[in-house]
């Protein structure tokens, strides 16, 4: 192999790695994103849990109103009940007392009911509470984490990115230019060996006069069946 290609071959090996760095750091962001959504989506549920048991605990007023004011009625029917002459009054009386006795038992099933869902609401609400709470802790510890991982890396590209400019130093001006514009296109590997008469990305036969002028040059030469450039590997 030409020496300028291996010196191109080692220039390629640090921009697939500073590639490899940059796809890892593209990474850390949404780890955090997805956390932080979670917790909006737990803090929301937490605020409409706490809004129904508002609503619960206002309709509970409403219906310990409702009780005093039929408990009220039934007392009065009950004194009417008991000053009543006439059979016919006692009679009229007796319904009355008993319609009343019925409204302050209906109102006070409707207090348990509401005390029932307010007492469910309640739980929820610490559930959540417990939840968000977690949340935020691992979101602290996820901040870290990324934030460590993140410096790691970046320190990891600079190296790269360091060493690369001494390797591309070693590499012919006009060689490196014609990589640099096919890289930039690909972000990918892009300079490949042939394989016997063929491109090894992708096959395409290479014409023999080329293939010779290869080797004995060390130039590169474009594949015009997938665009990467080509070097003869012996
Ligand atoms: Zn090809």
């Known amino acids: 192999m030409h020496p300028d290609v291996q010196s191109l071959l080692a220039v390629q090996q640090d921009d697939l790695q500073i590639y490899a760095l940059e796809a890892q750091l593209a990474q850390l962001a949404p780890r955090l994103t997805a956390l932080e959504k979670e917790r909006a989506k737990v803090s929301a549920s937490l605020e409409r849990a706490k809004k129904a048991?508002?609503?619960?605990?206002?309709?509970?007023?409403?219906?310990?109103?409702?009780?005093?004011?039929?408990?009220?009625?039934?007392?009065?029917?009950?004194?009417?009940?008991?000053?009543?002459?006439?059979?016919?009054?006692?009679?009229?009386?007796?319904?009355?007392?008993?319609?009343?006795?019925r409204m302050v038992e209906e109102s006070e099933r409707d207090a348990d009911q509401i005390q029932g869902r307010i007492n469910e609401l309640r739980h929820q609400v610490a559930d959540m509470e417990a939840q968000v709470a977690a949340l935020d802790v691992q979101q602290v510890e996820t901040r870290a984490s990324l934030g460590a991982d993140h410096a790691r890396l970046e320190a990891e590209v600079a190296e790269a990115a360091r060493k690369r400019v001494e390797r591309a130093a070693m590499v012919p001006p006009r060689m490196l230019n014609i990589y640099e514009r096919v890289r930039v296109r690909r972000r990918a590997e892009t300079v490949f060996p042939l394989r016997g008469a063929s491109c090894s990305a992708c096959d395409t036969a290479i014409p023999t006069q080329r293939r010779a002028s290869m080797a004995s040059s060390g130039a590169l030469e474009m594949c015009e069946g997938c665009g990467v450039l080509l070097y003869a590997a012996e």
């Open 53 to 101: 048991v508002e609503a619960e605990e206002s309709r509970q007023r409403e219906a310990r109103g409702r009780i005093e004011t039929h408990k009220q009625l039934a007392e009065r029917s009950q004194r009417q009940y008991e000053s009543v002459g006439s059979p016919r009054e006692a009679n009229a009386a007796l319904v009355q007392l008993e319609q009343t006795k």
